[in-house]
Structure formats: C-alpha cells, structure tokens
C-alpha cells in the first residue's frame, strides 16, 4: 500500500460530505473524488473540495485504495460488496446494512479478500475519552436517551437504525454478555418507519440496557446514566454535565479531548491506521457492527417495525 492512500467516498448527502472533508483534511489521505448516482449532487461536493464527481462507483474503485461508503443506509450493502469484491478496504457509516443477511455477506467478502473493514459508531472513541472501557467493573444498567427534531435524512430506516443503533452498540461494548431478551415499543408519526421507540434488552450476565430515541422531538436530548456496583456515571451530552461517584478516575472533561472534539476523525484515522497495518483492527469491526444490527432489529421487531 503507498504511504499516501488514495480515498474516494460513496454518498453525496450530508454524512458523505462529512467524511469527503474529513478526508480532505486528514495528512496521508488524498482524496480523489466522491460517487453518487445523483451526478448533480456529486459534482456539488466534488467541487466543493475540488476533486472528481463520479456516477459510476466500478470507475472511482479503480483510482482509489480505499471508499468511505456513506450513502442511504439501504445502498450500504451493496456499496461495500462492490468495494470488498475490488479488495478496498472500506469504512461503512452506520448501520453496517439493514439486513443481517447483508451484514454476513460482508463480513464472508471482508474476509476472503483479507481487507479491514471499519463502521461508523463514532460514538466508541469518546466512550475511550471518558476512560468508560477502562473501568474494572460491568455495569449492572445503562439508560440512554437520544432524541432529536425532524429532518429529512435517514429516513430510509427506522429511528432504530438511525439513531438508537448508537447507543445498542454502546451497551454491547461494556459487555461480553448477550442479550436474551427485548421489549419495545414504538410510534410511527411522520415516516412509514418508526420515528419514536422505547426499548429494553436483559443481558445474560443481569446487565439491563435501556435505550429511548425519537427523531421527532422538539428539542435535542442526549444523556446517558451508566451504574455500576460502586457508584453512578450520568452524562448530559448537551448540557455537557458529568457526574460520576464511582471510585474510578474518568475524564469529564472527555469533550475537549481531541476524540471528543472530533470522533469522526478519530474513528476514520483508526481505520486508516488498520489498512496501514498499524493497528490490529478499526475501532469497530465489521463483527463488532453486525452485533450492533442484530439487537437493533430485534428491537425494531418488538417495536412493531
């Protein structure tokens, strides 16, 4: 692999110019050009940052060595395959596909072609700014609530997928254990997909994860309350409020930290680092996000999704 690594990405939206810039700022990267079979709206972030628009994904795979894949999250799939069947590594937005079909599919051309493959739960690197993954204990219950006002992204999926999947993934990291069972309940309101869900998982270890997301709110809310056998760690992400009276030294001041300032970037330059062989994996795995998806439609499941 050359020491510049040569980037494209696949998705002209909003999450795809996010990750177009990203590249763009990021040393060792060259950005080479940004797919969207809408040629319009390609050839607006292209040139935004001037490099190359392409509506054919086959023609900018084969002037790069690795794709970003951050278009609607029903073509994530189909994007990555194309990429894995190139042998391009690939960073996959969240969620990884809408299917765990899909999902395994990825990971079985992941590894016959012996490429990383990195997903887009951001939210893992200030989880590890906060020193959360260092803490000796295993929770005994998370509570997270994520909400937000209507917009018109994303609305492909569910608030399942879109926004909750976060925090599912979240709680899958503070546990080896797996869940046994869900209870959900749901709302749909603007969308033929669910745009307000309450949810509950019981682990095999007696860890209880609660997770409530709405992307129909009238404000944002972002928290998370995390107990411990010693004590209590509650997060207001807006409020950027942080109290914890477990005995175990965290960082409060997590936000400014330079993963707190900037997750995404920290979480594409993990990935980078795997494709370079200097770090044994992305921050999270193709495996890692597939176990994210398989409790995120289970929810959807009880939810009435």
Do not use: W
Request: proline share 5%.
């Amino acid at each position: 692999m050359t020491t510049i690594l040569k980037a494209g990405v696949a998705g002209a939206g909003v999450f795809g110019g996010y990750h177009a810039k990203k590249y763009a700022e990021l040393d060792g990267v060259e950005l080479v050009g940004v797919f969207d079979p809408d040629g319009a709206r390609a050839k607006a972030l292209a040139d935004s940052l001037g490099v190359e628009a392409f509506t054919d994904l086959g023609d900018l795979l084969a002037r790069i060595d690795v794709l970003t894949v951050a278009s609607p999250a029903s073509t994530h799939a189909a994007n990555a395959l194309a990429a894995l069947a190139a042998g391009k590594p690939v960073y996959i937005e969240k969620p990884i596909a809408t299917s765990l079909e899909d999902a395994d599919k990825i990971l079985i051309a992941a590894s016959k072609h012996g490429v990383p493959v990195g997903c887009g739960h951001q939210e893992r690197v200030v989880f590890q700014a906060m020193g959360l993954f260092d803490v000796p204990e295993t929770p005994l219950r998370l509570e997270a609530v994520r909400k937000g006002p209507a917009s018109e992204r994303s609305l492909d999926v569910s608030v399942v997928l879109d926004l909750m999947i976060h925090d599912i993934d979240l709680a899958l990291a503070l546990t080896p254990a797996e869940p046994l069972t869900v209870e959900a309940e749901g709302a749909f309101i603007n969308n033929d997909t669910l745009d307000a869900v309450k949810a509950e998982a019981t682990f095999g270890d007696g860890f209880t994860a609660v997770f409530e997301a709405s992307r129909v709110a009238e404000g944002r809310e972002r928290t998370m309350r995390i107990v411990y056998p010693s004590g209590v760690v509650e997060i207001d992400f807006v409020a950027r409020t942080f109290v914890n009276t477990t005995p175990f030294q965290l960082n409060e001041d997590f936000a400014d930290t330079p993963a707190g300032k900037d997750p995404l970037g920290a979480s594409v330059s993990g990935f980078l680092d795997a494709v370079r062989g200097l770090a044994p994996k992305p921050v999270v795995e193709a495996a890692e996000a597939a176990r994210a998806l398989d409790l995120a439609l289970a929810v959807e499941q009880a939810a009435g999704g």
